[in-house]
């Protein structure tokens, strides 16, 4: 009888993918806007109602909200930390203590209300701390409103006014926005210029600003015959001196626009019946990057729909604006003039956002890794096909970026919160390199075909959802039958390397060829070990770890021996070849690459006369 119900069991885990999440809950937010700016000052104000949905099984007593803007001003904590930093932060071009009070950024709130009755509230930098009238119980709501008004700063770090593009307004992170509450309480962590947490929900904006200028905008435009500007031809002949362009963004965890007179709009076809827009300067030096990029983006998307699952969205918007590159739900900001193939590389970066970020919203101050290391290795696989370049390992720029940041000393584990990190090179690796080269070596671990399944699996369970670690590793293991908390945890809550070296290759009795492997890191990992004879034949030797409880299938075109697992407390193995050792041309350990080593140069043997 116990066998049937531990057989039962395994079953039933088996045919219920979701069963780990069941208890899963996640708060959601209305939001109706409507703000009023003054192109001239940068001084904008607005009226913010906010439907509240409480769907944990905790009683809500306070909220809190986010005032970004009030980060770019002197004095702040991310003024402080730019200084205090053990490197520089390149990401910030400008000093925000020289900033005159004309040029820094604001954000602030009042009559604020809760179902119509004042409440009391407290700024600290940029968390507006908020004590409720009346505790929002599980399953409840409140209809929270407040006035605003803020001051759009000097562009510093993705937000703010003409930036050196010359675009007017890049409006990111720029209202009262609600922080979210989770499994691990309330994430009101300040902002100094890393990434973000946001609660799902819908958002109905209404954007009054000078009759010139054109609006790209997070959401779908409701009245286009009114606007004009490349919405519709139609636009109606204007008296008044302002605007109001209206969008509704239904479903997502943020909202961005930006705004210029001097914006050219193109709407592109892709794929799916979804609309690409692309708004960018009117400079003749700037036009043909931005009209051959629109054709490559469609691509683009083709391509992640196939490797990820279907954009969710009937519109997505690339926007000249901001510095450098950034997401944003259905749309992208990216700054400076720049070549073409730089102009495609961050286009496939910020479009691949699109599913790992706004559609998979993990917690990037917790784990950025899962959304910039995911985009990282999946627009590589992208920019490789589309742009033709036929790369055999598309991803060396993030192994070599991840092996600079482990040979450092500067290494932090991934599981830092994202304001924590004493380097922020150590930061920029960790998010981009590493979380890269933990998918692409997941591949060696698995299999390439079991890590497709696995990434498509993952978007199709949790889009929509705050996911875990965790909750992809759940997904790979059901994929491929490999266990993998111990991967997942070496990798992300350690600063643990991967070091394996051949010790020594010797002749043992029958004309047999005995190859004795060390391992010198602290971190386990199972091995391809590719055998090169003289006769021309070649063979892969895999040796498993028993903390995979299972085994990957042959990925290689060559023949395949699968050797006896190699427990991780033995820091020696060896394994027998049933040739002599003058048979033997080469052996190599990973002919793949993918597996992180940190010392490859211990990984190959050749015979002497190769040398």
Request: aromatic share 14%; no cysteine.
């Amino acid at each position: 009888m116990r066998k049937i119900r531990v057989l039962f069991y395994f079953l039933f885990l088996a045919l219920s993918p979701s069963l780990f999440s069941q208890n899963y809950w996640q708060q959601k937010v209305e939001y109706e806007m409507t703000v009023d700016m003054d192109v001239n000052t940068y001084l904008y104000s607005g009226k913010q109602k906010l439907l509240y949905s409480n769907n944990s099984p905790d009683t809500i007593q306070k909220v809190f909200y986010h005032l970004f803007f009030n980060a770019f001003q002197k004095g702040s904590e991310m003024a402080v930390r730019i200084k205090t930093g053990k490197d520089k932060n390149y990401r910030f071009k400008v000093d925000i203590d020289t900033l005159l009070p004309s040029q820094e950024g604001f954000l602030k709130v009042f009559n604020l209300k809760q179902n119509g009755k004042k409440i009391e509230s407290k700024v600290s930098g940029t968390i507006l701390e908020v004590d409720l009238n009346s505790p929002i119980p599980p399953k409840g709501s409140a209809l929270l409103t407040l006035d605003f008004n803020g001051q759009v700063p000097v562009m510093v770090r993705r937000a703010g006014r003409n930036s050196e593009d010359g675009i007017a307004l890049s409006m990111a992170q720029w209202f009262p926005k609600m922080a979210e509450y989770d499994y691990d309480g309330w994430n009101a962590e300040p902002y100094l210029g890393r990434e973000f947490h946001g609660v799902w929900g819908d958002y109905d904006v209404k954007i009054s600003i000078d009759k010139n200028y054109v609006v790209a905008s997070s959401g779908y435009i409701q009245n286009p015959d009114e606007v004009g500007h490349g919405y519709s031809s139609k636009s109606k002949k204007r008296k008044k001196e302002k605007i109001t362009w209206h969008f509704i963004a239904p479903n997502v965890h943020d909202f961005t626009w930006a705004a210029d007179p001097n914006f050219i709009h193109d709407i592109y076809p892709g794929p799916n019946n979804v609309d690409l827009h692309f708004f960018y300067k009117d400079k003749q030096s700037n036009l043909p990057n931005w009209k051959n990029i629109q054709p490559i983006t469609a691509e683009l998307m083709v391509f992640f729909n196939k490797a990820i699952g279907p954009y969710p969205y009937n519109q997505y918007s690339v926007v000249q604006g901001g510095d450098g590159g950034m997401e944003y739900a259905m749309l992208t900001l990216i700054g400076r003039e720049r070549s073409f193939e730089s102009l495609v590389g961050v286009t496939s970066h910020e479009l691949a956002h699109s599913w790992f970020q706004h559609a998979l919203a993990t917690n990037e101050m917790k784990h950025e890794w899962m959304d910039e290391g995911f985009t990282s290795y999946i627009s590589d696989l992208a920019e490789n096909e589309v742009l033709q370049k036929n790369l055999v390992f598309p991803h060396a720029g993030s192994y070599r970026g991840y092996m600079r940041l482990a040979l450092s000393g500067f290494e932090q584990p991934q599981s830092t919160n994202a304001n924590r990190y004493d380097y922020n090179m150590a930061y920029e690796s960790t998010a981009y390199s590493k979380g890269s080269v933990f998918l692409g070596q997941l591949g060696y671990i698995i299999g390439p075909k079991n890590l497709a399944k696995t990434i498509k699996e993952y978007y199709r369970e949790f889009k929509f959802t705050h996911p875990q670690p965790n909750d992809f590793r759940r997904v790979a293991e059901r994929v491929s039958g490999i266990q993998l908390k111990w991967y997942l945890t070496d990798w992300t809550q350690t600063t643990n390397t991967i070091d394996y070296a051949i010790k020594k290759i010797s002749s043992v009795e029958g004309g047999k060829t005995q190859v004795s492997l060390e391992r010198i890191g602290s971190m386990p990992m199972p091995l391809d070990i590719l055998v090169s004879f003289s006769s021309g034949k070649k063979k892969i030797y895999y040796v498993p770890i028993p903390l995979m409880r299972g085994k990957k299938e042959n990925p290689y075109a060559f023949n395949w021996e699968v050797l006896d697992d190699w427990p991780w407390a033995y820091p020696e193995f060896s394994f027998i070849i049933n040739e002599k050792v003058d048979q033997i041309e080469s052996i190599i350990i990973d002919p793949s690459f993918y597996m992180a080593d940190v010392d490859r140069e211990n990984n190959i043997y050749e015979a002497p006369e190769k040398k």
